[in-house]
């Protein structure tokens, strides 16, 4: 069971003098771009309010967009359906566009206040300026084909304008924020957003982190993982939960299956535990109206109706959810090539309020949110919410790594394996499988490339960790929790966990230490000081997030060391036959005076540890 701990209590006492928000998200069209008008809407947000089994609780809605689809730059329709049916509101202003369209934004803001004054002041609670725009620049959301984007100076410029243009106004005293997926957030480049932000608008989707272990039994933890991640980056601003949820029909992702039951699952474990206790905005309502989008979101089905397609009243117990969960995925492994993104492939391609605004309906951490917003339903949430009163829970952090192979014959318990030679990097994967085995002396590790290994770039196919962890032979009792760093001082050390799909079988593995120099990295940094170098070892079995200096696994061998790090260098740390569908741990120590903390990441230009595959 999980518990909120700490930040929960926090979040149960603060409601008494701050008001918590929950709604849906809601789009500007429907799924045949028809646009929603304010009697559509007023319907929707009633529909929302008495759906059977959740006692009147969804009373906000999130907006994608403050335009009236259909028309250039008129206030949309949803502010007076609000008004009518008394629903708070999270406005949005569309923000990857032309200067043009932004300052078209800017004018229907303007016009509301003109035109609805003091009665916007108890329907507003919050202004999102964009939705996912960093995420869309992102090598992953670009290979999502979710452009356009914008860089974090564009998104704070902006940011700024509507502030500017609430100066003065009834609504100069409302939160304005940005709304993207968790990985923009811990990307460091960033946090300039962050901080021009008065809160944080999290998206997050585990059925889209199509690189992890992303069953519906996992999906309670990598949400809070995500939300863990955002909150530690967060600079004390309150972190509202922007979208989330688990579509009832589409694709499977990896081991994420589509189904009410795990819909209701992951509405019981995760929504059950978040309601009340920070702002939500649920994804979504409805999306299958009149066309149901793949993949489909909606609690109500394509006709609306106060009845959902499943459950949604709390159990007593969410983490003892009623309905089981089921995956018929085969896949055990995290498939390669990108990183976990939290990210629906394409969100912009459907009318639907797909996260996002794009597309249909469903995603969340990716496509660029069309200016009309998506999707019918919605919901929106949003007054101050209870400063990040999500608890912090177990952590599965996705880390990148590449693994070559040259063939080392090893022992690994009663088994004897061909593996690979591994320096000083230390990952271990959240899913207790070891997978590598060496038991090769230390080495310095080799150039960039080494006859028998695997390139030393993320090229072709690669593995990284699914769990970082720091322990602190300082702080030798204390639970450091799940990282997205790799942190290594005289004193502290950084634990990781890979874990190796069973379609590696035969292939040849290298563990690589990817470090380029700052003027490399794009969406990463990190902080060098002190001389020395790496030494990596195996140990003998994985970490979580309850790892200690003092009850971390024991060391099972030394695999190598790397003696003078040095940016600009690739290292090629051991290479062997990959060892296909076990999970394995390292830990990575500095020697000498070395202090290194970086940003795990495989974007241009990578860096940290990853096994390459060939």
């Not at 704070?156 to 100066?167: D, E, H, M, S």
């Not at 199509?210 to 530690?232: K, P």
């Not at 602190?472 to 009792?477: E, F, L, V």
């Not at 994985?542 to 971390?552: E, L």
Request: proline share 7%.
């Amino acid at each position: 069971m999980r518990t909120f701990g700490i930040l929960a209590l926090a979040a149960s006492l603060a409601t008494t003098s701050a008001q918590v928000y929950q709604g849906f998200n809601y789009g500007s069209v429907f799924t045949n771009n028809a646009p929603i008008t304010e009697g559509e809407y007023e319907r929707l947000f009633n529909t929302a309010k008495q759906l059977t089994g959740t006692s009147g609780a969804f009373t906000s809605a999130r907006l994608f967009t403050t335009i009236q689809a259909g028309t250039p730059n008129s206030p949309t329709e949803a502010i007076a359906a609000a008004d009518a049916t008394q629903t708070k509101l999270l406005l949005g202003l569309f923000l990857s566009a032309t200067d043009e369209q932004f300052n078209n934004e800017l004018t229907a803001l303007r016009s509301a206040i003109t035109q609805y004054g003091q009665r916007l002041v108890n329907l507003v609670i919050g202004i999102s300026v964009g939705s996912e725009d960093l995420y869309r620049i992102s090598p992953t959301g670009i290979l999502n084909k979710s452009n356009p984007g914008e860089g974090p100076d564009a998104v704070v410029r902006r940011i700024n304008a509507v502030k500017q243009a609430l100066a003065g106004t009834v609504l100069s005293g409302t939160p304005v924020g940005h709304v993207d997926t968790w990985t923009a957030y811990v990307n460091s480049s960033n946090a300039a957003v962050i901080a021009a932000s008065d809160f944080v608008g999290v998206d997050a989707y585990p059925y889209f982190q199509n690189t992890q272990a992303n069953s519906i039994e996992n999906g309670e933890s990598l949400f809070f993982d995500a939300y863990d991640a955002t909150v530690a980056v967060a600079q004390g601003k309150p972190v509202w939960i922007t979208e989330t949820g688990w579509p009832v029909s589409g694709p499977t992702e990896n081991q994420a299956v589509p189904s009410t039951q795990n819909a209701q699952t992951y509405w019981d474990r995760v929504g059950c535990r978040v309601f009340g206790q920070v702002n939500t905005f649920w994804y979504t309502l409805q999306d299958a109206f009149p066309n149901t989008p793949s993949p489909s979101f909606g609690v109500v089905g394509s006709t609306l109706s106060n009845t959902p397609l499943y459950d949604l009243s709390c159990p007593q117990d969410p983490s003892s959810s009623s309905s089981a969960g089921s995956s018929t995925s085969s896949s055990e492994a995290v498939s390669s090539a990108t990183g976990a993104s939290n990210t629906p492939p394409d969100r912009e391609t459907s009318a639907t309020p797909a996260p996002e605004g794009s597309g249909s309906n469903g995603g969340s951490s990716g496509s660029t949110p069309a200016p009309e917003g998506s999707g019918s339903n919605g919901g929106s949430s949003g007054s101050t919410p209870v400063e990040n009163t999500v608890p912090p829970t177990v952590k599965t952090v996705m880390t990148y790594v590449t693994v070559t192979t040259c063939p080392v014959t090893v022992t690994s318990g009663s088994e004897t394996k061909t593996s690979m030679t591994i320096s000083t990097v230390s990952m271990t994967s959240t899913h207790g499988n070891t997978l590598l085995t060496v038991a090769t002396p230390p080495s310095a590790p080799s150039p960039s490339s080494t006859p028998g290994a695997c390139p030393a770039s993320l090229a072709g196919d690669f593995e990284f960790p699914h769990l970082i962890v720091p322990v602190d032979k300082n702080q030798p009792n204390a639970a450091l929790g799940t990282s997205f760093n790799g942190l290594v001082t005289p004193t502290v050390s950084s634990l990781f966990n890979f874990d190796l799909p069973a379609s590696l079988e035969g292939r040849t593995c290298s563990l690589i230490f990817l470090f380029p120099t700052r003027d490399q990295l794009q969406t990463s940094n990190y902080t060098l000081s002190g001389a020395g170098g790496l030494n990596i070892e195996r140990l003998v079995g994985p970490a979580d997030s309850a790892t200690t200096f003092n009850n971390q696994p024991k060391v099972n061998v030394t695999v190598g060391t790397v003696p003078d790090l040095q940016a600009g260098n690739k290292y090629v740390i051991g290479s062997g036959g990959c060892f296909a569908g076990e999970r394995i741990g390292y830990k990575i120590s500095a020697t000498g005076s070395l202090d290194l903390d970086y940003f795990q990441d495989f974007n241009p230009e990578p860096i940290g540890l990853y096994v390459s595959v060939c």
